[in-house]
């Protein structure tokens, strides 16, 4: 799950409805609401049809257990749902990147869940094909996390990726503007006037020049830089180290090929 903020802590009290800031990253009135089965089902529905069947890390899991929840707890009917839910929808969308497809879930026009889903290798496809390189595995991170706020996990794993790709970090490369944004944005109260993960990788590639293919031991480096500023000690789904892992094993498949 994408984050833009930790989810707030559901109260212990039984009598109390799962409710969409517990478990996603929802600001507003929809945070305050309860998932109720009606979103539950289109959330599946919407998901299915993109990506051919309920994933395990998407938005309709995580709706459909805590609607299930409400529904036998008698805090919610079976036929109910969200207001804001059905009149400004439930949707999820994919974007291309290289050696994935990027989905982004939303409900009401809030990204609740972001995540990857790997495309056939070149091996599985018979046909050649480039390794993915360090600026492409960023700017798939920058198409998935586009309106997620920079953090200073993200800025570790940004550096981490240009000092292994130019051997270097550079004044004006990748790694310093992420950096920036980093601490620019801890001084910013609202979400919506933050520098995103997408702003700052929007052109990864070119300023990588010279680039390298992704390798495991990159992907080790890039994953142990953001974990180690990562208060829950956990990646962010579909963001840096994720992304430049994604490629790591792409590669590799290639190099068996």
Known sequence: ??????????????????????????????????????????????????????????????????????????????????????????????????????????VAGQTVVNFTVPTATPAEEDVPGEKITMGEALEAAGLSQSDRPVEQSDAAAIQAAEVRAIKMTAPRGVAAAAQSAAEINARIAREEDKITVGDVLNNATAKLAPDKEVTREDAEAVMGAELRNRPDLRTVPGGVADSVTAAARLNEKMSRA
């Open 1 to 106: 799950m994408s984050k833009n903020e930790q989810p707030r802590r559901r109260s212990d009290h039984l009598d109390e409805p799962i409710k969409y800031g517990d478990v996603f990253p929802v600001q507003g009135d929809l945070a305050g609401e309860p998932i109720r089965p009606r979103d539950a089902a289109l959330m599946q529905t919407a998901e299915n049809k993109i990506t051919g069947k309920t994933q395990k890390d998407g938005a309709a899991a995580v709706m459909q257990s805590a609607a299930t929840f409400n529904e036998r707890a008698g805090l919610v009917g079976h036929d109910d749902f969200t207001d804001d839910a059905a009149i400004r929808g439930v949707t999820v969308t994919e974007t291309e990147a290289p050696g994935c497809r990027i989905v982004r879930e939303r």
